[in-house]
């Protein structure tokens, strides 16, 4: 399991790091998830929804960094 790790991303010429493209999809993955919970009414059962959103950023941007940037 020798896979090259991308040390940057060129979009549009721009050179980005990988954890800022993975922190970004991470954000726009929570987005997506934070509305299905409210569009669903289960955003009632939790005790502190910002809280879930911030942990469900860190989640998604780990795993997204590790299985889609880091293959």
Known sequence: MNYPIPH???????YLPPMLVASILGV??????VRYLNRYRLSRHL???PLVSISL???YT???????IGM
Do not use: D, K, S, W
């Open 57 to 59: 950023i860190i989640i």
């Open 28 to 33: 726009l993955v929570t987005v997506i998830t």
């Open 47 to 49: 005790f502190y929804p």
């Open 8 to 14: 940057e991303f060129a979009i549009g010429g721009v």
């Open 62 to 68: 780990i795993l997204i960094g590790i299985f889609v």
